[in-house]
């Protein structure tokens, strides 16, 4: 999913790349540093960084705390109380429903606290999403 | 109560009204300024007969609108904290607008405000307001005023330290220019006079001289404006004698302003010390609280006092130890990367100008520059390397860091919601981590910068108990 997700803007890169060498096909330099450039980034963001994230991806949801890490220069891990959970969204983009998966993003009080979980397949996210909606809803108080 | 809109509305449609003015004289016909004039007026009184607000057991609503209809309402059991601001036309009329905080950023119209209230009738708004718990209580138990803070002439000092003035001359200049009034003056008489002048006195000099009377201007301006906002400010806190309470802020010498905050609602509070301010022994307060903005003028406590006032003020409303205690260092390796930061750029430019001497003939000042920009990037390492640190102990987070921008941030432990350990590339290789607690209230992220990697989990662990429970939060 990373892998095609990746893909497609470098293709969109590449496809421009061609347009500009057929209709200006001066300066080709320019053009073989520009080609090298979209090749690197190609083997780098759809062949490499992809399998990078997978290998940092957790998550987990235990009995008191949603847990994740993400990233992959810049590695994150998130935890938050299931008490304070205030609102469970599922998205679905459409890469996501070509792969069956969904996104679970739980969110708490504070802007800088909300726990996304990403590319869940599809039932398990809507099974936690059930069970994480139950908890929260006989949560105490505000949770702030 | 009717005289207020229709003023404030002609001063808010003072250029329009100007336009018209012109245009009565351009077109000969003085009836357009007239009508201009009318209309305002009209749509002011049409403002007032069209809002009007209500309270019931449960909600607080507003309807209002001349051709949009509005209406607003909000819970009363969502009500965080209640802010009233007077200008001076008002104060004249003993009226006052109070806005309605509740947990969400509001702004323009979806703001609650009341505009227009009379002040005698405020305290008892305050009291409805204010008391989702039986408001029976507080006629029971008497009410103790405690004053916090009291505003002093001598906090003056530390307002030319701000940049203020300098951000008003400029947004007078910018003004001046929009309207181009400059180009009008360059071909006068008056500017060719100044350029001769400027060139009888030399360059240098005029330069300088100009310097003197912006420094001037933004020192006599922002101590003013400091004077009027902050003048008579007073800070108080009212215990009802079950715990709960509110802190009351009053401030401003022509608009008054005040604040109410409930006091469970406190998360803690930043001590900020911007560079200048501390070399000067002074401070600026602001609450951490849900439901109130972190970043302005909204969560402001004291503005620039004496360091030992605000201290004493957020020890009061925090515990014993957690504004002056010591804090723990972060180590050999969080100096080193203040000091890395901190000197790449003035490295790279001593490259760059060792690079270009083989080439050019570089000039002196270019080196003395480039070596006192290093001066300056190491001072500032040392200064951050000696802020950084936290501290874990009775129920509050602390941690301080910056130098230009110094931040001591008191956090209670128990508004904490969250918790996240973010580690770069560079991070990892060091074996640091940024720690950062999300909470409700202020700014929402409170950072912990650099911790040991090893620690970051046993200090988020030691703050909230939840943490400790969690096996994936132990491995590094």
């Known amino acids: 999913m990373w892998a095609v997700g990746a893909a ?66 810049t590695q994150e891990r ?67 | 109560m009717l005289l207020v809109h229709p003023v404030h509305e002609v001063l808010r449609q003072l250029p329009l009204l100007i336009g018209s003015v012109v245009l009565g004289y351009s077109t000969g016909n003085p009836m357009w300024s007239v009508g201009a004039l009318v209309l305002m007026v009209g749509y002011g009184v049409a403002r007032w007969f069209t809002t009007t607000y209500r309270l019931d057991a449960d909600q607080l609503q507003r309807r209002e609108g001349v051709l949009q209809r509005n209406v607003l309402s909000l819970p009363r059991n969502r009500i965080r904290s209640l802010s009233t601001d007077a200008r001076l036309l008002h104060r004249l009329l003993g009226l006052t607008v109070v806005r309605v905080g509740t947990g969400h950023e509001a702004e323009g119209d979806t703001e609650f405000e009341l505009d227009a209230i009379r002040s005698d009738e405020l305290a008892a708004l305050r009291a409805v307001l204010l008391a989702d718990a039986p408001s029976t209580a507080s006629d029971e138990v008497p009410v103790a005023d405690r004053v916090l803070a009291r505003w002093q002439p001598t906090w003056l000092r530390y307002s030319p330290l701000s940049f203020t003035g300098l951000a008003m001359i400029a947004a007078a200049v910018g003004i001046v220019y929009q309207t181009g009034a400059v180009a009008a003056f360059e071909d006068s008489q008056l500017a060719r006079t100044g350029l001769d002048a400027a060139e009888r006195f030399g360059v240098l000099a005029s330069v300088a001289l100009g310097a003197v009377v912006v420094v001037v201007m933004s020192v006599v301006l922002s101590v003013a404006r400091s004077l009027v906002t902050f003048g008579n400010l007073v800070l108080t806190r009212r215990d009802d004698g079950t715990g709960a309470g509110v802190l009351h802020l009053e401030h401003g010498l022509l608009r008054v302003r005040e604040h109410t905050f409930d006091v469970r609602r406190l998360r803690g509070g930043t001590l900020r010390e911007p560079l200048l301010v501390r070399k000067f022994g002074g401070a ?193």
Not at chain 1, 45 to 62: A, L, S
Not at chain 1, 129 to 135: N, P
Not at chain 2, 409 to 433: E, H, K, N, P
């Open chain 1, 8 to 73: 497609i803007p470098w293709t969109v890169l590449a496809a421009a790349q061609v347009v500009w060498l057929s209709l200006d096909a001066r300066l080709p330099v320019l053009h073989v540093a520009a080609a090298i450039a979209t090749a690197f980034g190609v083997v780098l963001f759809v062949f490499v960084v992809p399998f990078w994230r997978y290998r940092v991806h957790r998550w987990e949801i235990g009995a008191q705390a949603v847990y994740t890490r993400t990233g992959w220069l």
């Open chain 1, 78 to 144: 998130r935890i938050a109380p299931i008490s304070r959970v205030q609102t469970v969204d599922t998205q679905r983009g459409p890469l996501d429903r070509l792969f069956g998966l969904a996104n679970v993003t739980v969110t708490t009080a504070s802007s800088a606290g909300a726990v996304r979980i990403i590319a869940l397949d599809a039932d398990v996210a809507d099974r936690i999403a059930a069970q994480l909606t139950d908890i929260a809803s006989i949560g105490e108080l505000d949770a702030t």
């Open chain 2, 284 to 476: 600026r307060l602001d609450a951490v609280m849900t439901g109130v903005g972190g970043a302005g003028e909204a969560s402001l406590l004291l503005p620039p006092c004496p360091r030992a006032t605000a201290e004493a003020v957020l020890t009061s409303l925090t515990g014993p130890d957690v504004v002056t205690g010591e804090l723990r260092r972060h180590g050999a390796t969080a100096a080193r990367r203040r000091w890395t930061r901190a000197l790449v750029f003035p490295a790279a430019l001593a490259l760059g100008l060792a690079g270009l001497s083989f080439v050019v003939a570089v000039p002196t000042w270019a080196w003395v520059s480039c070596g006192a920009i290093v001066v300056v990037a190491a001072l500032l390492a040392a200064d951050r390397t000696r802020a950084l640190g936290h501290r874990v102990d009775g129920g509050w987070l602390v941690a301080r860091a910056g130098s230009l921008d110094r931040r001591r941030d008191c956090i209670a432990a128990a508004g904490i919601i969250g918790w996240t350990v973010r580690q770069t590339l560079f991070q990892r290789r060091a074996g640091v981590a940024t720690l950062v607690a999300a909470t409700a209230a202020g700014v929402k992220g409170y950072r912990v910068l650099d911790v040991p990697a090893e620690l970051a989990w046993s200090v988020a662990a030691a703050a909230s108990p939840w943490v400790a429970d969690n096996e994936w939060a132990r491995v590094p």
